[in-house]
């Protein structure tokens, strides 16, 4: 799609989730949340484009959320733990990163999926240090030097989480028109070519992964700034399968699809625990075996599919 | 002067010998031709000079450097590139994109903001894409081509590397045979401009007298025969073995 009409549609999204927080002010958690989870979507989007999925990125999300935690009493500032918690994840990302890079499929999503564990058993297990399963609060911090009312503060994180949904998405939409992100779809088809063209597969993949661990630590520090309370289910092996199936729920087709789908996962989550709270799980997967089966491009290829014929028309 | 040497070389696969003490100096600037039944060991040793397989015994000199054990991708950056019996594309970009990401590579992969397509790489592409007369399927997603066009996009991926050594494996095998000799015209067009060398494996007699400037005969895993086409591929054995012709000299012979 043109640049204009990415830029039209990102300010209605934009207008549209304000618009929807201010009408129905509960829905401002519930947004916030679905952004920050977006964003850790955006990195999944990044590695299915090399052909990898990672089960295991729920990991970064809860590093961050945990440095959040952590470190708000000492830094009580957002505009300084999230960077922080950002750092920190990435930086764990390019150790982990180095070493997972080496493999391929069903290894690189497995060993993704082991390491996330096993942060999640270092979680639950270090109660001194983690607090185990009550997890742990996180106290109230100041939004650019300024301490603002619990509702204020609100409006600050979504605001804040808009603009790093809209940055992030700007750069991965330029990130895969690059010779990088060019060379990343290129290492899901013919890997081997590329280093004959003189280009390190692996180096590639690494630079995405390191991108899409800072990507999930600005999500998860988002989460932990939102909830106040982190707790070792964010590092849970489920966590980071909804992130997988939040990425194919809204198609990896387009920088809008992860924010779409989570989204609609998180608005259809919130509705359904209310309505239906037992039969919600199973709307999941016959979700997920409907978008599977029948749109594989995801909720963005369908919108897509109706614009496109409604043009025809 | 010579460009690369290649002395010994032994690769067995379990107990078949693909590399039964190669040895060959590749001249500066010339076309060479190597010729072979299937299974003479002609891919393995490309294999070998573009450093997918390490030999078990020889070496390999490039401009004077030793190449043996270095990986593929630093081969690239000495300006050695190759092309492929089955080519290998990246199948879901489209043919410009396949040239681009090599010319990309070439001159700054590293970039995540600039677009790949941005003018200059997309010019240049644009203009191997010409010579190689493959404008007509530029916005082509590579999986949609036809043999020969692949074939054609694999040879032009390499060439964009800006190689001064080209190794090519079979370049004309799947191309139609009315094609041939103007794809390969085309070819060695281009390669003599840029004054690149080139190794290419040929089944072809047509091609290979006319283009080569010297031919290797290739044979279980040795060079049987090696010289000009004309003296090579007159040789009555090389007719005999490689060829399938057998000729009254070649009876005397035998
Ligand atoms: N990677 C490999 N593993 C096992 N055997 C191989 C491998 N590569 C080549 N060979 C064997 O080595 C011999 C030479 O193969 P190759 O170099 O492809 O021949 P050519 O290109 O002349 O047809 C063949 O018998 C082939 O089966
Ligand atoms: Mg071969």
């Not at chain 2, 054609?152 to 370049?171: C, F, G, N, S």
């Not at chain 2, 794809?183 to 283009?211: N, Y």
Request: hydrophobic share 55%; charged share 15%; proline share 4%.
């Amino acid at each position: 799609m043109s640049r204009y009409a990415d830029l039209v549609l990102t300010l209605l999204a934009a207008a549209f989730v304000l618009a929807l927080s201010w009408a129905v002010p509960w829905l401002r958690f519930v947004m916030t949340i679905a952004i920050a989870k977006g964003l850790a979507v955006l990195g999944i989007l990044l590695l299915l484009r090399a052909g990898q999925v990672s089960f295991g990125h729920a990991l970064y999300l809860s590093l961050a959320a945990y440095v959040v935690a952590f470190m708000a009493a000492r830094i009580p500032e957002v505009l300084l733990l999230l960077p922080l918690a950002a750092v920190v994840a990435a930086s764990i990302g390019l150790l982990v990163g180095l070493f997972v890079s080496r493999y391929r499929a069903i290894f690189f999503g497995m060993l993704n999926l082991a390491l996330s564990m096993v942060f999640y058993s270092m979680l639950d297990k270090f109660y001194e240090v983690t607090r185990g399963g009550d997890g742990i609060r996180v106290p109230v911090t100041s939004f650019a030097g300024v301490v603002l009312s619990p509702d204020q503060q609100s409006w600050a994180l979504l605001i804040l989480a808009l603009v790093l949904a809209v940055g992030f998405g700007a750069f991965v939409r330029l990130y895969l028109l690059s010779p990088m992100g060019s060379a990343l779809s290129a290492l899901k088809t013919r890997e081997a070519r590329l280093e004959f063209m003189g280009i390190p597969a692996r180096r590639i993949l690494l630079s995405a992964y390191v991108l899409s661990a800072f990507m999930a630590g600005c999500g998860g520090a988002l989460i932990a700034l939102s909830t106040r309370h982190v707790t070792p289910a964010l590092a849970y092996w489920t966590a980071s399968g909804e992130l997988v199936f939040i990425a194919i729920l809204g198609g990896a087709g387009s920088v809008f699809g992860p924010f779409l789908g989570a989204l609609a996962y998180e608005l259809t989550r919130t509705y359904a625990a209310a309505l239906v709270a037992d039969a919600w799980q199973m709307i999941l997967g016959t979700v997920l075996l409907v978008v599977i089966l029948f749109a594989p491009g995801g909720l963005w290829g369908i919108g897509r599919a109706l614009v496109v014929r409604g043009r025809q028309a | 002067m010579i460009l690369l040497s290649a002395k010994g070389l032994k690769l067995a696969f379990g107990g078949v010998k693909a590399a039964d003490g190669i040895d060959l100096d590749v001249r500066n600037g010339e076309f060479l031709a190597i010729i072979g039944p299937n299974g003479a060991g002609k891919t393995t040793f490309i294999n070998m000079v573009t450093g997918y397989l390490t030999p078990q015994a020889g070496e390999i000199h490039y401009d004077g450097q030793p190449l043996v054990g270095l990986a593929p991708r630093r081969l690239v950056r000495l300006g050695i590139a190759r092309s492929f019996q089955l080519p290998q594309l990246f199948l879901e970009h489209t043919v410009a994109e396949n040239v681009a990401l090599a010319i990309a590579a070439r001159e700054g992969l590293w970039s995540p903001i600039r677009p790949l397509m941005r003018s200059a790489w997309r010019a240049e592409a644009d203009d191997i894409l010409a010579q190689f007369d493959l404008s007509d399927i530029a916005e082509r997603r590579a999986d949609t081509l036809n043999e020969g066009a692949r074939k054609l996009t694999d040879i032009a991926m390499a060439v964009a590397l800006k190689p001064r050594l080209i190794l090519m494996d079979e370049p004309t095998s799947g191309v139609a045979a009315s094609e041939k000799i103007s794809i390969v015209e085309t070819l060695v067009r281009v390669l003599r401009t840029a004054g690149v060398t080139a190794v290419f494996v040929e089944h072809d007699m047509d091609v290979v007298s006319r283009f080569a400037d010297r031919v290797a005969v290739w044979s279980q895993g040795k060079i049987a025969a090696l010289g000009p086409p004309g003296a090579v591929l007159t040789d009555p054995n090389v007719l005999r073995d490689v060829i399938g012709i057998e000729t009254e000299a070649g009876h005397a012979a035998a």
